[in-house]
Every structure is written in structure tokens, then in C-alpha cells.
């Protein structure tokens, strides 16, 4: 098991059991809102192939442009338009999915940006297959939320809310089992 402290010395991890810290066996600190120990039952990440070659042809292309263009403004306009390219691929480089006992939770790449929902505010789970103009990456489309860095399958969170979130996964059957164990 994985387990750290955090800055109000409240334990945390990864795996099953239990860590005790100085403030006492339950994590009360006053900062310590809940018991934080989390066992994760799926972890999943995904590699954006597709989001990858196309962005690192992107940025080839563009930066062959840019050294082959001999005004100086439009060769530093593709430069940056180059190194946007390769922070996009490394952005969207993977899709990580965890599920653990309280929530679901979701990051790109480096994890620049994460998501969750806790399980209780789910309604409804079902594996859903996107349409290729949907998109990759962060899409808000009629009627639903995607996430998604390769790929058309993914699996349809119905929130109590009313709203609609799809996370795209090669796995679309291996997350549902999890999120709904």
C-alpha cells in the first residue's frame, strides 16, 4: 500500500488497510474531514495514439514551415504554433481513469487537468460508442460531456443532476464492472 501524509498530517493512500497517524487512530484532526484511506478498485490509463501522431505531425509540419519561411515574424508565429502543437500532444498524451470506493476520478496526461464525481451522484451507467465528429479530447457536445483521447467506445455517466459526462475508454466494459461493484 501506498500511503502519504498530508500538510494537516491526515493519512491517505493507495490499497487496502489503514495507517494510523500522530493526531490518533481515526484521522481527526480538525482539517481531517474523513478518513482518507482509499482503496482503488480500477485503474486504467489509456495512450492517445491517434492525438499523439497527429500532433507531433502537426507540429513537424509546422515547424518545417517556420524554418523554410525567411520572414522572421512569420517563422516565430509557426515556431509558437509548433511548440502549441507538442504541448497539446503531451497534454493529451493518455486518458487515466481510478475508480475507488467513494468516486470516480479522471485525468489527461500529465494530470493538467482532473476530474471526478463521487459515486453517490451517479444515476445511471452504460457504455455508449461516440461518433468520430465527436471529437478527441475535452468536447462539450448536445446533450453530453466528452472526454476522450482515442478511440469511439466510452462509458456514459447519467448524473442525478440531469447532466451527462462520456469518458472514453478501451476499456469501456472493465469500468462499468468497476463503477458499478
Known amino acids: 500500500m501506498r500511503t502519504s501524509v498530508n500538510r494537516h498530517g491526515c493519512s491517505w493512500g493507495f490499497g487496502v488497510g489503514y495507517e494510523p497517524d500522530h493526531y490518533g487512530s481515526d484521522n481527526q484532526h480538525p482539517y481531517c474531514d474523513r478518513r482518507m484511506i482509499m482503496t482503488i478498485r480500477y485503474h486504467h490509463t489509456q495512450r492517445g495514439t491517434l492525438m499523439l501522431v497527429v500532433m507531433l505531425i502537426a507540429a513537424i509540419s509546422t ?39 467513494h468516486e470516480i ?24 460508442r461516440n461518433n468520430w465528429w465527436n ?42 464492472a468497476a463503477l458499478k461493484s
Not at 493538467?112 to 445511471?124: C, H, N
Request: charged share 20%.
Open 135 to 176: 471529437g478527441f479530447g475535452i468536447r462539450t457536445r448536445p446533450g453530453f460531456r466528452l472526454y476522450n483521447v482515442s478511440g469511439l467506445d466510452a462509458v456514459e455517466l447519467r448524473l442525478k443532476t440531469g447532466d451527462i459526462r462520456r469518458i472514453g475508454t478501451d476499456d469501456a466494459e472493465g469500468l462499468v
Open 105 to 128: 476520478n479522471w485525468q489527461f496526461g500529465p494530470g493538467f487537468w482532473r476530474y471526478r464525481i463521487a459515486l453517490a451522484e451517479i444515476e445511471s451507467i452504460q457504455i455508449a
Open 63 to 101: 515547424a518545417s514551415a517556420a524554418y523554410l519561411n525567411p520572414l522572421s515574424f512569420e517563422r516565430w508565429l509557426l515556431s509558437a504554433l509548433a511548440i502549441g502543437f507538442l504541448v497539446l500532444a503531451w497534454l493529451f498524451s493518455s486518458l487515466t481513469v481510478e475508480v475507488s470506493e
